[in-house]
């Protein structure tokens, strides 16, 4: 009876953990990605094309090195059990990352910088990267408090110091524009929440590094950091590999308009996965043991997901035109159709959005960097054609098209090569009610498209349409969910 008792806890104990999380990664996603797509948009009214590109090329060098930044040590931490972590190990992995994070900016500002100048031919690059490449030395001083809260699951301090940081950069980004510094209001914007997170998070643990290195502690943590990092990077490279080749085969204006497509959809979700990501990568670590329950939790993951994204989506490849030109003008209109097929390219996306964190949470790291690598090998080539023949459109496509056989693998994954079987059956159910609803509202919008109607008209339909159908297929367990949340306020 204890037993029974206990487990029974323990099962709701982690369900208030995940509410708990859910409802605090919503709250900084809609804050956050909120304020910040915002700032984008309003930047994108205010600078040009060209401006966005050359920052966006300075991100493909400093996102890049941003992969090797923490060596996989941040979630080694939160994927170790808590019986085998000792002081050793933070402090550790604190010293660790802070040595390697300088070495790599100084790389950043005194050989990738002028590289990235003279590969692009833009001049501008050798100031812009060691400026907006300062946030590469935050991360190590944020990394064992990052660490230490997620691993409690304490997702609200988390989203409050985040939802800080990007008001304030948010804020400082648009003053600089409206002040005319053009470019440079992009570049500080990618830089200034360095700032405030800093000392917000030492607060949040109290925790205070000590002159403490053990080789022990190093080995343990770095052996599966290194597999992460190694994941992190070929996924890096997987998503950032079309700004790159844009930037050099095209110029700056045509990857401008693709990063503007880009921000708009797939950025937008993969700021969503990140947040919902960053609560269930420890609870898949601590359910490693238990497939039914990973199961579980993985689908409801794609369910809720897709449910919040596809309506946006859909919005984008109904109304995508109307948005484009009324909103930010006809200086972006060759945005309008990379825009309708990454809007595809997500919705296919949301199948196996949680994937990789669900594998690396069952300690499977190694799995996950080949899954990766086997990937890249099909999108690159692919890419690289798209965009040779067809330019950013060709982009756009083969995006699509590898968003397709990324869903193929994943179920090859999930029934070959872990021990979580997942029927057809069940993967299709999950999805049921996003896709039913999508097309209930695409079926109203395009009935409705020969009035032409303004975008906000447009999209206050697909949001009734959408969100009526849900409710009729969903009322029970919305209500149900409702009424978890309020328990937990309590």
């Known amino acids: 009876m204890t037993d029974i008792s206990l487990k029974t806890s323990a099962k709701g104990s982690d369900k208030k953990q995940v509410m708990s999380g859910m409802v605090w990664n919503a709250i900084q996603m809609v804050v956050s990605q909120g304020f910040t797509l915002l700032i984008r948009m309003v930047l994108a009214k205010l600078l040009f094309p060209e401006q966005f590109g050359i920052v966006g090329m300075a991100l493909v060098f400093t996102n890049l090195v941003q992969m090797f930044n923490d060596i996989g040590i941040g979630a080694a931490l939160v994927q170790k059990k808590e019986e085998e972590l000792t002081e050793n190990h933070y402090h550790t992995a604190f010293w660790t990352g802070v040595i390697w994070s300088v070495a790599l900016y100084l790389i950043m500002a005194f050989l990738l910088g002028p590289f990235a100048a003279h590969f692009y031919e833009q001049p501008i690059l050798a100031s812009i990267i060691p400026i907006i490449s300062i946030g590469i030395l935050s991360s190590p001083v944020n990394l064992v408090q990052q660490a230490m809260l997620t691993k409690k699951m304490n997702f609200k301090r988390i989203a409050v110091i985040n939802n800080y940081a990007t008001i304030f950069s948010g804020v400082l980004s648009l003053a600089l524009a409206f002040l005319g510094a053009g470019i440079w209001a992009l570049v500080f914007n990618a830089v200034a929440s360095f700032v405030i997170t800093m000392p917000m998070f030492f607060r949040a643990t109290g925790w205070r590094p000590k002159m403490v290195w053990n080789k022990q502690a190093f080995k343990e943590i770095f052996g599966f950091g290194a597999y992460t990092t ?251 969910q409702l009424k978890d949340l309020k328990k937990l306020k309590k």
């Open 230 to 480: 190694g994941t992190n990077v070929v996924s890096y490279l997987m998503n950032n590999v079309d700004y790159f080749l844009i930037g050099k085969l095209l110029s700056a204006v045509p990857l401008g308009i693709y990063t503007l497509a880009f921000v708009l959809t797939d950025t937008f979700r993969g700021k969503l996965m990140a947040v919902i990501n960053n609560v269930m990568y420890p609870l898949y670590s601590k359910k490693q043991d238990d497939p039914a329950s990973v199961k579980k939790y993985y689908l409801k993951v794609i369910e809720y997901n897709s449910l919040v994204v596809y309506p946006i989506m859909l919005f984008f490849m109904v109304y995508g035109e109307s948005f484009i030109l009324n909103f930010f003008g006809e200086k972006w209109t060759d945005t309008i159709v990379p825009l309708k097929i990454l809007s595809g390219s997500v919705m296919l996306h949301m199948l196996v959005n949680s994937n990789t964190v669900l594998i690396r949470g069952l300690g499977k790291a190694g799995l996950e960097m080949k899954l990766q690598l086997f990937k890249a090998c099909i999108f690159i080539p692919t890419l690289s054609i798209g965009i040779y023949y067809y330019g950013i459109v060709g982009a756009a496509w083969a995006v699509l098209i590898n968003k397709f056989i990324a869903v193929l693998i994943a179920q090859y994954t999930f029934n070959y090569l872990l021990n979580i079987k997942m029927k057809v059956g069940e993967f299709l159910s999950c999805v049921k009610v996003p896709f039913i609803a999508t097309f209930v509202a695409l079926a109203i919008s395009l009935s409705l498209y020969k009035f032409q109607l303004h975008y906000i008209w447009g999209g206050l339909v697909i949001a009734a349409s959408y969100g009526t159908t849900v409710w009729t297929m969903m009322k029970d367990d919305i209500v149900k």
